[in-house]
T-cell receptor, first 112, second 114 residues
């Protein structure tokens, strides 16, 4: 079983919809939680990171971490066609902060 | 300000051969991590170099080795290539050995082993 499981998708939504992307994990040592966006044939781009539990908002993006359930989410409000990409969650621990463990990604398509 | 650069962009090799991939970190960064991303999967951590030393290593065989130079650039070497080594190899740079705090990825090198 993988340490990080991500809803596989693919996900297709109309423009303006609210999108929810989710990951679960098994390693209770994970303390840092990141979301990356990866466009086709490009490297991942860091969108947001959070430490421990709680919410973090940045424009149209909100990241939530529930450590008690080992569950993290990324919400995208007012989705745009330019948000069409693969979204990857990633996690690191305090003792192993140099290594990020990634989910396999969810591919999102936002239709105009 | 140049971001993370990788070379070459694409590479085709034959089973059993050796390959060297190169990475230049973002200006001001001193840490380089290498990841392997197979098609349809997330990146898998290979190893990280900081202060010219391998600091952490993922679950990859010794055929995978690396080096970091005094200017913080890095190389990834893979010996005795297998078909299963075909993947996108990503280099990521950061500061001070940490990855959660602003890790920047390069565009990757796509390696095909035939």
């Amino acid at each position: 079983q993988k340490e990080v499981e991500q809803d596989p998708g693919p996900l297709s939504v109309p423009e303006g919809a609210i999108v929810s992307l989710n990951c679960t994990y098994s390693n209770s040592a994970f303390q840092y939680f990141m979301w990356y966006r990866q466009y086709s044939r490009k490297g991942p781009e860091l969108l947001m990171y959070t430490y421990s539990s709680g919410n973090k908002e940045d424009g149209r993006f909100t990241a939530q971490v529930d450590k008690s359930s080992k569950y993290i989410s990324l919400f995208i409000r007012d989705s745009q066609p330019s948000d069409s990409a693969t979204y990857l969650c990633a996690m690191s621990s305090n003792t192993n902060a140099g290594k990020s463990t990634f989910g396999d990604g969810t591919t999102l398509t936002v239709k105009p | 300000d140049a971001g993370v650069t990788q070379s070459p962009t694409h590479l085709i090799k034959t089973r059993g051969q050796q390959v060297t991939l190169r990475c230049s970190p973002k200006s001001g960064h001193d840490t380089v991590s290498w990841y392997q991303q197979a098609l349809g999967q997330g990146p898998q951590f290979i190893f990280q170099y900081y202060e010219e030393e391998e600091r952490q290593r993922g679950n990859f065989p010794d055929r995978f080795s690396g080096h970091q130079f005094p200017n913080y650039s890095s190389e990834l070497n893979v010996n005795a290539l297998l078909l299963g080594d075909s993947a996108l190899y990503l280099c990521a740079s950061s500061l001070g050995g940490q990855t959660f705090y602003e890790q920047y990825f390069g565009p990757g090198t796509r390696l095909t082993v035939t």
